[in-house]
């Protein structure tokens, strides 16, 4: 099993590297799968109908949702915990507090240990295409498996990032999912990819 990568030939408009062209990796895209199907593949593992699987699957996200607009931090079992959080300015006075500050409100997942071992040796496959589309290279990776701490890696907003508990100064949190991203957002990249510094 491996995660599969491209990293194609691009043109720079924008940032440190305007006008050159650069190889930007960014995820290969993948299909949804639908919910018929992940029950289906449930109940098969699980040996129980697939009417029990769809009844205990809906009450399972009813009780998540409902927990999670409660303030709770909830359980996704084999997975980690979700809970929502929000970004925020941070004001110097209290009398500056106000429910304006709020930019955005968030969902924060946090994998738990073996999800993150799991993808930590998880091998990815580079795919390099060049400005016209050609391939012209396939790469196995060889990085030490680093999987990044959404709760602690730096956003790309200002102000105050929080999870229940408000906190001052920078963003944390890392929200660099938009578009597959793979990393951090230095310099900025078409497609959602991301430039990274060599």
């Not at 289906?40 to 699980?46: D, N, P, T, V």
């Not at 699987?53 to 927990?67: L, N, P, R, T």
């Not at 012209?136 to 602690?152: C, F, I, L, P, Y």
């Not at 229940?164 to 944390?172: F, P, V």
């Amino acid at each position: 099993m491996a995660l599969k990568v491209k990293a194609k030939e691009q043109y720079q408009n924008i940032g440190k590297y305007a006008g050159k062209y650069r190889y930007v990796m960014m995820p290969e895209l993948y299909t949804a799968l639908a919910q018929d199907k992940v029950i289906k593949e449930a109940a098969l593992r699980s040996g129980v109908s697939r009417g029990v699987m769809q009844a205990c699957w809906d009450a399972a996200g009813e009780v998540i949702k409902a927990w999670a607009t409660e303030g709770h931090s909830v359980a996704l079992p084999g997975l980690g915990t979700m809970r929502f959080g929000l970004r925020a300015k941070s004001v110097e006075k209290v009398d500056e507090v106000k429910a304006g500050l709020i930019s955005s409100r968030r969902i924060v997942f946090t994998p738990d240990v073996d999800l993150k071992e799991e993808l930590a040796k998880t091998a990815v496959q580079i795919t390099c295409y060049d400005r016209t589309g050609k391939e012209v290279k396939r790469v196995t990776s060889a990085d030490d498996g680093t999987v990044e701490d959404n709760e602690q890696t730096p956003g790309s907003d200002t102000g105050s990032n929080t999870g229940g508990n408000t906190q001052g100064g920078d963003n944390t949190g890392g929200d660099n999912t938009g578009g597959g991203s793979t990393g951090g957002n230095d310099d900025h990249a078409p497609d959602g990819g991301t430039n990274s510094d060599e």
